[in-house]
């Protein structure tokens, strides 16, 4: 792995566990000390992390963690309903026993309550078990296009907020998963993400709202796209 390579794993690690806050000030020199780096490396890093949405560089004010786009958030959670459900059910018909017991041991490493614990270890625990399922689907770029939503999902607005929670929603896609039926499995999943979802909104705009998946629902996302920027500017 590149030494580039090498500084976009942990930068993104660290913004996706809240290791960095959003909104902190990325300075190259900085992080050029911190990987043992030259300047290039940091600088490809930071804009391919741009690219991915994850950071920001602001004329004359450098680089900064980016915050949290509210309608981007929601785009996001649609895809990964439509797409994940459906690597699900495909998964379902494909895991192995060894695959099974694979997603239990995952699943008992797991903290029972909500306990603090390491940020980055639960958002990779959260992956593992998820990755496991998907990696199973028989469709690879699918998985790809999966893995790709995942980097955009601020994972940390609602991993360390949810630790109990998510813990038996996983419990509910594994039962489905052991007990062959797509889809139950497909349902506890889609049931799973709404409830992250939920949770990243409580987070961005204080309250709770309607699911964006209904598709009856419309929201005002401008609205509370205004509210998120004038809290974190405050």
Known sequence: MSKRDL?????????????????ARLRQDELARRFGASITPVRE???????????????????????????????TYVVRRLTEAYAVRRATLRLSRRDLARARALLDAEPTGDAGGDPAAARDRNRDFHFLCYDRCGMPALVDRIAATWRAFPWDLTLHERSAASRAEHEAILAALEAGDPEAAAAATEQHLRQGFASVLVQLTGRPGPDPFDIDVDLDLDADAEEVAVSRRG
Request: charged share 25%.
């Open 7 to 23: 500084v976009v794993d942990a930068l993104r690690r660290d913004i996706l566990a809240g290791t960095l806050a959003r909104g």
């Open 45 to 75: 890093a930071l804009g391919l992390l741009e690219a991915e949405g994850l950071v920001v560089a602001e004329p004359h004010r450098g680089v900064r963690v980016a915050g949290v786009d509210l309608a981007q958030v929601t785009a």
